[in-house]
């Protein structure tokens, strides 16, 4: 076995030291590039969750602008008025509409129920 010098093994070992160091060099740059990976994705998640949330907004925008171009009428008044708090005017009376009664009764019989029902029997 040959021998090496003390000058080959320091060299040997400053090779494992710079190996070591550029591992952990790399494994601290592959940490940050996960967490901004991370952060890259909470805030894409963030972005669409606020254009839900404008496209929401925007359709209540346009609702209440309606409502309130409707309000600036005057007969948007009396029918929201009418419509919200059931008045009318003096002299007007209250019309009540009821629906139909359903009937109970089914008004399908079997075959066999008309014949019986003919007879005087069911």
């Keep these: 076995m040959p021998r090496t ?6 060299k040997r070992v400053g090779e494992y030291l710079l190996a070591s160091g550029l591992s952990v ?5 592959l940490w940050a590039v996960w967490g901004i990976a991370r952060k890259e994705e909470i805030a894409r998640s963030a972005v669409d969750d606020r254009k839900s949330e404008l ?8 609702v209440f602008e309606d409502n309130l171009a409707e309000l600036s009428t005057e ?9 919200n708090h059931g008045v009318a005017r003096a002299g007007e009376e209250v019309i009540i509409v009821v629906p139909p009664k359903e009937d109970e009764l089914d008004p399908y019989m079997p075959w066999y129920k008309r014949l ?7």
């Design 55 to 62: 496209a929401v907004l925007s359709e209540r925008k346009a």
């Design 75 to 83: 007969r948007g008044q009396e029918a929201t008025l009418r419509q």
């Design 5 to 10: 010098s003390k000058r080959q093994h320091a």
């Design 116 to 122: 019986l029902g003919w007879f005087g029997i069911w």
């Design 25 to 29: 060099l790399f494994l601290v740059l």
